[in-house]
């Protein structure tokens, strides 16, 4: 794995040991950041199961404005912040220690522009995680899900609608937008 482009370019970045990680595919990544290339700077990002953090490292290598980077499993947070050392300094990175849904049940006031989930795959966390998330994004934002080929997710998480499905290989990716966006 490396950060494609930016200010940490061409960096490589360590997985976690281990099957229960699994790092999006360097296709989905770059068709990931063409979608929402000029929303990124100065942007707001959460990267929810960050694994190694590279969804997020990539967002700050583009000018994102600050990215919160949250995993529940050690080994993850463990390359995630050796990745944040070897691409940084990131101030603007913010490391949390927490399963998605207790994190996104305690957020108060805070306002995201972009948000990366990857979440395990075969569960019905992702549904849940996009209900709470939907009530911390800006009026622009932009919500992008990677799921396995067979995971459906609803049309319409409100206000928040499904703009597009993209397939990459066994991978899909979802797009949602803010209604009128």
């Known amino acids: 794995m490396r950060v494609?482009?930016?200010?940490?370019?061409g960096r490589r970045l360590q997985a976690p040991a281990g099957q229960a990680v699994r790092p999006t595919s360097a296709v989905a990544k770059e068709a990931v950041f063409s979608i929402i290339?000029?929303?990124?700077?100065?942007?707001?990002v959460l990267d929810l199961f960050a694994g190694s953090g590279q969804m997020g490292i990539e967002a700050l290598s583009r000018g994102a404005r600050e990215c919160v980077f949250v995993d529940n499993g050690r080994e993850s947070l463990s390359a995630l912040r050796e990745n944040l050392e070897k691409t940084g300094p990131w101030k603007n990175a913010k490391v949390v220690a927490s399963d998605a849904l207790n994190f996104l049940r305690g957020l108060q006031g805070e306002v995201f522009d972009i948000a990366l989930l990857d979440p395990p795959y075969h569960g019905e966390l992702l549904e849940q995680c996009l209900r709470l998330l939907a009530r911390?994004?800006?009026?622009?934002?932009?919500?992008?899900?990677e799921t396995d080929g067979q995971t459906r997710l609803p049309e319409e998480i409100p206000p928040f609608f499904l703009k597009k499905c993209y397939k990459y290989g066994k991978t899909r990716v979802f797009h949602y937008r803010a209604t009128g966006n």
């Open 136 to 145: 911390h994004m800006s009026e622009g934002g932009v919500i992008l899900c």
């Open 4 to 9: 494609i482009t930016g200010s940490a370019r």
């Open 37 to 44: 290339q000029f929303e990124i700077p100065g942007a707001r």
